[in-house]
Protein backbone atom coordinates (compact mmCIF):
# COMPACT_ATOMS: atom_id res chain seq x y z
CA UNK A 1 0.00 0.00 0.00
CA UNK A 2 1.01 3.37 -0.89
CA UNK A 3 1.41 6.05 2.05
CA UNK A 4 -0.73 8.81 2.07
CA UNK A 5 0.24 12.14 1.45
CA UNK A 6 -2.30 12.87 4.84
CA UNK A 7 -5.23 11.42 6.27
CA UNK A 8 -7.53 13.66 4.55
CA UNK A 9 -6.81 11.51 1.46
CA UNK A 10 -7.72 8.26 2.96
CA UNK A 11 -10.83 6.79 1.91
CA UNK A 12 -12.73 4.74 4.98
CA UNK A 13 -15.20 2.11 4.35
CA UNK A 14 -17.08 1.93 7.46
CA UNK A 15 -19.16 -1.52 7.83
CA UNK A 16 -21.96 -1.12 10.31
CA UNK A 17 -23.76 -4.42 11.71
CA UNK A 18 -27.72 -3.04 12.75
CA UNK A 19 -30.37 -4.78 14.88
CA UNK A 20 -33.49 -2.59 16.39
CA UNK A 21 -31.17 0.11 17.55
CA UNK A 22 -33.66 2.84 16.77
CA UNK A 23 -32.98 4.06 20.01
CA UNK A 24 -29.32 5.03 19.43
CA UNK A 25 -28.51 5.47 15.37
CA UNK A 26 -29.10 9.09 15.52
CA UNK A 27 -26.12 9.56 18.24
CA UNK A 28 -24.30 7.09 16.40
CA UNK A 29 -24.46 8.58 12.71
CA UNK A 30 -24.38 12.18 13.91
CA UNK A 31 -20.78 11.40 14.98
CA UNK A 32 -19.92 9.50 12.25
CA UNK A 33 -20.62 12.20 10.07
CA UNK A 34 -18.53 14.59 12.71
CA UNK A 35 -15.41 12.67 11.93
CA UNK A 36 -12.48 14.78 10.59
CA UNK A 37 -11.89 12.28 7.98
CA UNK A 38 -14.05 13.81 5.10
CA UNK A 39 -13.92 10.38 2.82
CA UNK A 40 -16.30 7.96 4.30
CA UNK A 41 -18.27 5.16 3.04
CA UNK A 42 -21.16 3.72 5.11
CA UNK A 43 -21.92 -0.11 4.53
CA UNK A 44 -24.78 -0.59 6.83
CA UNK A 45 -26.51 -4.33 6.95
CA UNK A 46 -29.66 -4.28 8.64
CA UNK A 47 -30.24 -7.81 10.52
CA UNK A 48 -34.16 -8.36 10.06
CA UNK A 49 -34.96 -4.99 12.67
CA UNK A 50 -38.72 -4.69 13.44
CA UNK A 51 -38.46 -1.10 15.16
CA UNK A 52 -37.37 2.28 13.09
CA UNK A 53 -33.73 1.13 12.37
CA UNK A 54 -34.38 0.57 8.40
CA UNK A 55 -36.26 4.20 8.10
CA UNK A 56 -33.44 6.10 9.98
CA UNK A 57 -30.93 4.32 7.77
CA UNK A 58 -32.75 5.44 4.55
CA UNK A 59 -33.19 8.80 6.01
CA UNK A 60 -29.09 9.11 7.07
CA UNK A 61 -28.49 7.67 3.41
CA UNK A 62 -30.62 10.31 1.65
CA UNK A 63 -27.91 13.25 3.95
CA UNK A 64 -24.84 11.62 3.69
CA UNK A 65 -22.59 13.86 1.83
CA UNK A 66 -19.39 12.19 2.94
CA UNK A 67 -19.21 9.46 0.36
CA UNK A 68 -21.43 6.49 -0.48
CA UNK A 69 -24.25 4.65 1.78
CA UNK A 70 -25.14 1.66 1.08
CA UNK A 71 -28.00 -0.37 3.16
CA UNK A 72 -27.95 -4.34 3.06
CA UNK A 73 -30.10 -7.07 4.14
CA UNK A 74 -28.59 -9.05 6.92
CA UNK A 75 -28.47 -12.89 6.55
CA UNK A 76 -30.16 -12.87 10.26
CA UNK A 77 -27.91 -15.71 12.12
CA UNK A 78 -26.64 -13.39 14.83
CA UNK A 79 -24.55 -10.69 15.06
CA UNK A 80 -21.35 -12.05 14.15
CA UNK A 81 -22.54 -13.93 10.86
CA UNK A 82 -23.77 -10.00 9.81
CA UNK A 83 -20.40 -8.61 10.29
CA UNK A 84 -19.15 -11.95 8.51
CA UNK A 85 -21.35 -11.04 5.74
CA UNK A 86 -19.67 -7.57 5.24
CA UNK A 87 -16.25 -8.70 5.90
CA UNK A 88 -16.67 -11.17 3.08
CA UNK A 89 -17.84 -8.79 0.21
CA UNK A 90 -15.48 -8.08 -2.39
CA UNK A 91 -17.07 -4.66 -3.49
CA UNK A 92 -16.27 -3.05 0.23
CA UNK A 93 -13.07 -0.85 -1.37
CA UNK A 94 -11.18 1.43 0.70
CA UNK A 95 -7.96 2.54 2.36
CA UNK A 96 -9.00 1.81 5.91
CA UNK A 97 -11.94 -0.34 7.09
CA UNK A 98 -13.41 -0.04 10.46
CA UNK A 99 -16.44 -2.11 12.45
CA UNK A 100 -18.90 -0.47 13.23
CA UNK A 101 -21.79 -1.06 16.31
CA UNK A 102 -25.05 1.08 15.90
CA UNK A 103 -25.11 2.48 19.55
CA UNK A 104 -21.99 4.33 20.32
CA UNK A 105 -20.06 7.59 20.28
CA UNK A 106 -16.82 8.33 18.50
CA UNK A 107 -14.81 11.14 19.10
CA UNK A 108 -14.76 13.40 16.34
CA UNK A 109 -10.89 12.72 15.44
CA UNK A 110 -11.04 8.92 15.92
CA UNK A 111 -10.63 8.08 12.45
CA UNK A 112 -8.08 10.82 11.86
CA UNK A 113 -6.08 9.64 14.73
CA UNK A 114 -6.00 5.77 13.73
CA UNK A 115 -5.36 6.16 10.03
CA UNK A 116 -2.17 8.31 11.17
CA UNK A 117 -1.05 5.33 13.41
CA UNK A 118 -1.68 2.87 10.49
CA UNK A 119 -0.22 4.60 7.97
CA UNK A 120 2.92 5.76 9.48
CA UNK A 121 3.68 2.68 11.39
CA UNK A 122 2.37 0.09 8.72
CA UNK A 123 2.55 1.34 5.35
CA UNK A 124 4.32 -1.84 4.30
CA UNK A 125 2.69 -4.60 6.26
CA UNK A 126 -0.98 -5.71 7.96
CA UNK A 127 -1.54 -3.33 10.31
CA UNK A 128 -4.82 -3.31 13.16
CA UNK A 129 -5.67 -0.50 15.27
CA UNK A 130 -7.74 -0.31 18.53
CA UNK A 131 -8.33 1.21 22.01
CA UNK A 132 -9.74 1.40 24.79
CA UNK A 133 -13.19 2.59 24.87
CA UNK A 134 -15.33 5.40 27.02
CA UNK A 135 -18.39 3.61 28.71
CA UNK A 136 -21.36 5.62 28.49
CA UNK A 137 -24.60 4.76 29.91
CA UNK A 138 -28.13 4.79 27.74
CA UNK A 139 -28.42 8.83 28.02
CA UNK A 140 -24.35 9.56 26.82
CA UNK A 141 -22.96 10.19 29.79
CA UNK A 142 -19.51 8.96 30.94
CA UNK A 143 -19.46 5.87 33.37
CA UNK A 144 -16.04 4.50 33.27
CA UNK A 145 -13.22 2.83 30.95
CA UNK A 146 -12.48 -0.16 29.61
CA UNK A 147 -9.31 -2.07 30.78
CA UNK A 148 -5.65 -0.72 30.62
CA UNK A 149 -3.62 -2.87 28.69
CA UNK A 150 -0.17 -3.02 29.14
CA UNK A 151 1.45 -6.13 27.06
CA UNK A 152 2.69 -5.81 23.71
CA UNK A 153 -0.37 -7.40 21.63
CA UNK A 154 1.09 -10.55 19.99
CA UNK A 155 -0.54 -13.52 18.76
CA UNK A 156 0.43 -15.50 22.10
CA UNK A 157 -1.96 -13.19 23.52
CA UNK A 158 -4.69 -13.24 20.81
CA UNK A 159 -4.46 -16.94 21.31
CA UNK A 160 -6.55 -16.83 24.74
CA UNK A 161 -7.86 -12.48 24.77
CA UNK A 162 -9.49 -10.04 22.51
CA UNK A 163 -7.79 -6.83 23.78
CA UNK A 164 -9.57 -4.37 21.59
CA UNK A 165 -13.75 -3.92 20.87
CA UNK A 166 -14.55 -4.10 17.23
CA UNK A 167 -15.79 -0.70 17.58
CA UNK A 168 -12.46 0.60 18.52
CA UNK A 169 -10.53 -1.07 15.41
CA UNK A 170 -9.30 0.36 12.47
CA UNK A 171 -7.61 -2.26 9.74
CA UNK A 172 -5.57 -1.18 6.26
CA UNK A 173 -5.67 -2.84 3.33
CA UNK A 174 -3.34 -5.39 3.92
CA UNK A 175 -4.66 -6.88 6.91
CA UNK A 176 -8.50 -6.37 5.52
CA UNK A 177 -7.16 -9.12 2.59
CA UNK A 178 -6.10 -11.78 5.19
CA UNK A 179 -9.40 -10.92 7.57
CA UNK A 180 -11.70 -11.04 4.17
CA UNK A 181 -10.14 -14.47 3.29
CA UNK A 182 -10.60 -15.65 6.27
CA UNK A 183 -14.03 -14.36 6.60
CA UNK A 184 -14.56 -16.49 3.37
CA UNK A 185 -12.98 -19.51 4.93
CA UNK A 186 -15.05 -19.72 8.16
CA UNK A 187 -17.16 -18.52 10.80
CA UNK A 188 -15.81 -17.13 14.09
CA UNK A 189 -16.56 -16.24 17.87
CA UNK A 190 -16.68 -12.74 17.25
CA UNK A 191 -14.93 -10.18 14.08
CA UNK A 192 -12.93 -8.72 16.69
CA UNK A 193 -11.19 -11.35 18.33
CA UNK A 194 -10.96 -13.03 14.87
CA UNK A 195 -9.25 -10.08 13.48
CA UNK A 196 -7.15 -10.07 16.44
CA UNK A 197 -5.82 -13.55 15.87
CA UNK A 198 -5.74 -13.62 11.71
CA UNK A 199 -3.34 -9.78 11.55
CA UNK A 200 -1.45 -10.79 14.80
CA UNK A 201 -1.14 -14.84 13.48
CA UNK A 202 0.00 -12.90 10.09
CA UNK A 203 2.84 -11.15 11.53
CA UNK A 204 0.66 -7.65 11.20
CA UNK A 205 1.65 -5.39 13.45
CA UNK A 206 -1.25 -4.35 16.01
CA UNK A 207 -1.94 -1.00 17.40
CA UNK A 208 -3.01 -0.47 20.95
CA UNK A 209 -3.83 2.91 21.75
CA UNK A 210 -4.12 3.64 25.29
CA UNK A 211 -6.33 6.65 25.13
CA UNK A 212 -10.36 5.99 24.59
CA UNK A 213 -11.86 7.56 21.58
CA UNK A 214 -14.82 5.77 21.40
CA UNK A 215 -17.95 6.14 23.96
CA UNK A 216 -19.11 2.43 24.44
CA UNK A 217 -22.58 2.12 25.23
CA UNK A 218 -23.49 0.22 27.72
CA UNK A 219 -27.74 -0.68 28.37
CA UNK A 220 -29.51 -3.52 29.07
CA UNK A 221 -29.40 -4.76 25.19
CA UNK A 222 -25.93 -4.29 24.72
CA UNK A 223 -23.86 -6.35 27.07
CA UNK A 224 -21.56 -7.86 24.14
CA UNK A 225 -18.33 -6.55 24.54
CA UNK A 226 -18.18 -5.14 28.25
CA UNK A 227 -15.22 -5.54 30.21
CA UNK A 228 -14.90 -3.00 32.79
CA UNK A 229 -18.02 -3.58 34.91
CA UNK A 230 -17.20 -5.84 38.07
CA UNK A 231 -20.54 -7.67 37.26
CA UNK A 232 -18.47 -8.38 34.23
CA UNK A 233 -15.81 -9.65 35.50
CA UNK A 234 -17.30 -12.43 37.47
CA UNK A 235 -19.39 -12.88 34.48
CA UNK A 236 -16.31 -13.95 32.97
CA UNK A 237 -14.56 -15.97 36.06
CA UNK A 238 -18.62 -18.06 35.84
CA UNK A 239 -18.08 -18.70 32.44
CA UNK A 240 -14.51 -19.72 33.24
CA UNK A 241 -15.74 -22.10 35.47
CA UNK A 242 -18.90 -23.81 33.41
CA UNK A 243 -15.83 -24.49 30.33
CA UNK A 244 -17.25 -21.70 28.26
CA UNK A 245 -14.23 -20.43 27.52
CA UNK A 246 -12.98 -23.54 26.26
CA UNK A 247 -15.98 -23.77 23.92
CA UNK A 248 -14.71 -20.37 22.65
CA UNK A 249 -10.66 -21.61 22.07
CA UNK A 250 -12.26 -24.90 20.61
CA UNK A 251 -14.40 -22.74 18.02
CA UNK A 252 -11.54 -20.33 17.29
CA UNK A 253 -9.11 -23.31 16.62
CA UNK A 254 -11.64 -25.07 14.50
CA UNK A 255 -11.79 -21.66 12.34
CA UNK A 256 -7.99 -20.95 12.27
CA UNK A 257 -7.36 -25.05 11.38
CA UNK A 258 -8.74 -23.48 7.80
CA UNK A 259 -7.11 -20.54 7.94
CA UNK A 260 -3.10 -21.99 9.15
CA UNK A 261 -2.04 -21.12 5.47
CA UNK A 262 -2.06 -17.62 6.47
CA UNK A 263 -0.51 -17.44 10.13
CA UNK A 264 3.80 -17.01 9.61
CA UNK A 265 5.84 -19.47 10.92
CA UNK A 266 5.90 -18.37 14.61
CA UNK A 267 2.20 -18.37 15.30
CA UNK A 268 1.34 -21.84 13.74
CA UNK A 269 4.17 -23.02 16.18
CA UNK A 270 2.73 -20.85 18.62
CA UNK A 271 -0.97 -22.78 17.68
CA UNK A 272 0.16 -26.19 17.85
CA UNK A 273 1.44 -25.78 21.34
CA UNK A 274 -1.36 -24.00 22.33
CA UNK A 275 -3.35 -26.88 21.25
CA UNK A 276 -1.25 -29.16 22.62
CA UNK A 277 -1.73 -27.81 26.26
CA UNK A 278 -5.48 -28.05 25.97
CA UNK A 279 -5.41 -31.73 25.98
CA UNK A 280 -3.51 -31.57 29.40
CA UNK A 281 -4.34 -30.85 33.14
CA UNK A 282 -2.71 -29.89 36.58
CA UNK A 283 0.88 -28.86 37.20
CA UNK A 284 1.80 -29.91 33.61
CA UNK A 285 -0.90 -27.90 31.86
CA UNK A 286 0.97 -25.23 34.18
CA UNK A 287 4.39 -25.73 33.33
CA UNK A 288 3.48 -26.12 29.76
CA UNK A 289 1.39 -22.90 29.68
CA UNK A 290 4.00 -20.70 31.35
CA UNK A 291 6.58 -22.39 29.34
CA UNK A 292 4.81 -21.29 26.14
CA UNK A 293 4.56 -17.43 26.74
CA UNK A 294 0.87 -17.63 25.75
CA UNK A 295 -0.45 -15.03 28.30
CA UNK A 296 -3.57 -12.54 29.02
CA UNK A 297 -3.26 -9.39 29.82
CA UNK A 298 -3.53 -8.82 33.47
CA UNK A 299 -2.26 -10.56 36.42
CA UNK A 300 -5.82 -11.54 37.77
CA UNK A 301 -6.79 -12.97 33.88
CA UNK A 302 -3.18 -15.17 33.74
CA UNK A 303 -4.44 -16.66 36.96
CA UNK A 304 -7.61 -17.55 35.69
CA UNK A 305 -5.95 -18.58 32.80
CA UNK A 306 -3.30 -20.91 34.73
CA UNK A 307 -6.45 -22.35 36.23
CA UNK A 308 -8.25 -23.25 33.75
CA UNK A 309 -5.56 -24.75 32.20
CA UNK A 310 -5.16 -27.14 35.23
CA UNK A 311 -8.60 -27.94 35.43
CA UNK A 312 -8.53 -28.82 32.34
CA UNK A 313 -10.83 -25.92 30.80
CA UNK A 314 -8.79 -24.28 28.63
Known amino acids: MLPLESESEARVAILMAVLNGEKFLDDQFRSL ?36 FQILAGPQRGFAENFRSLMMRSDIEADFFAFCDQDDIWDEDKLEIAVAQLSQSCADQAGLYA ?59 SHDWWSYLLVSGAGGQVIYDPTPRTGYRRHEKNLVGDNASIGARIDR ?9 AVWNQR ?16 RKVFEEFKHIRRLIAFTALSELMRSGIRRQTLIDNAALFSAGMMGKL
Open 131 to 189: SRTRIIDASGNPVGVSPLFRKEPSFRNAIVQNIGGGNTMLVNRRAWSIIREGARRTGFV
Open 252 to 267: NIDSLERCEDLLDADS
Open 237 to 245: LRRLLAGEF
Open 33 to 68: EAQTIPTIDIWASDDGSSDGSLALLKQWQARWKKGH
